[in-house]
């Protein structure tokens, strides 16, 4: 069992960055995702990276602006978010897959973290 902490969400301007980390004992070991969701909406898949080599994989919706990438001696996962968009405004939450390859859907996942907003105003 693992438990997920996230952070590093703020309000920020339209064009600015952040970077979300994901942290939790043995994440090493698991396939992690991010998702949002955004107030009356459903969450929503944002990218996601193997255990292991840490390949990614990406909504169309953040390609070419997002990156995730993990750390496994700090057993951190991030969310690297450039060129920020009122419309990636949402609660962001890191999902973790014991036995999945990827967890690129809500089903996919074994465990969730608390979320951290982002607030991005134009």
């Known amino acids: 069992q693992v438990q997920l902490v996230e952070s590093g969400g703020d309000l920020v301007q339209a064009g600015d960055s952040l970077r979300l980390s994901c942290v939790g004992s043995g994440l090493d070991n698991y396939a992690v995702g991010w998702f949002r969701q955004a107030p009356g909406s459903v969450r929503e898949f944002v990218a996601t990276i193997t255990r292991g080599r840490g390949s990614p994989y990406y909504a169309d919706s953040v390609k070419g602006r997002f990156t995730i990438s993990r750390d496994n001696t700090k057993n951190a996962v991030y969310l690297q978010m450039n060129s920020l968009k009122p419309e990636d405004t949402a609660a962001y939450y890191c999902?973790?897959?014991?036995?999945?390859?990827?967890?690129?859907?809500?089903?996919?996942?074994?465990?969730w973290g608390q979320g951290t907003q982002v607030t991005v105003y134009p």
């Open positions: 999902a973790a897959s014991q036995w999945g390859s990827t967890v690129s859907n809500v089903g996919e996942a074994d465990y």
